[in-house]
């Protein structure tokens, strides 16, 4: 089972940006495919982005889109994201995941897809 250990939140003011990784254990990070996903205070844990084992196909959800981008580097085991244009509501817990191994070009965006998470690292967004 690999492991997954998010970094990169903190404190920002509306309007900024952010980086998250997400550092895989092994080698064979380039046969899963991946997500981002976070959970708010009060809310259910939700999809931000999902990407394929090569970078190839992306998806991010309707509440992100043109803000938020994921990407991977394979050759160094990590997945990022990228979130510009934060917002309060942006404010949560962010959690990476691995999903399905040699899925060629698929993406996943549902929790029940994913096997494997991280701890989470916080992300605030002050008005």
């Known amino acids: 089972q690999v492991q997954l250990v998010e970094s990169g939140g903190g404190l920002v003011q509306a309007g900024g940006s952010l980086r998250l990784s997400c550092a895989a254990s092994?080698?064979?990070?380039?046969?899963?495919?991946m997500g981002w996903f976070r959970q708010a205070p009060g809310k259910e844990r939700e999809v931000v982005c999902a990407i394929s084992l090569s970078g190839g196909r992306t998806i991010c959800a309707d509440y992100v889109k043109e803000r938020f981008a994921i990407s991977r580097d394979n050759a160094k085991n990590t997945v990022y994201l990228q979130m510009n244009s934060l917002k309060p509501e942006d404010t949560a817990i962010y959690y990476c995941?691995?999903?399905?191994?040699?899925?060629?070009?698929?993406?996943?965006?549902?929790?029940?897809?994913?096997?494997?998470w991280g701890r989470g690292t916080q992300v605030t967004v002050s008005s």
């Open positions: 092994e080698r064979t990070f380039s046969t899963y495919a």
């Open positions: 995941a691995a999903g399905p191994r040699y899925s060629g070009s698929s993406i996943y965006t549902k929790i029940a897809d994913y096997d494997t």
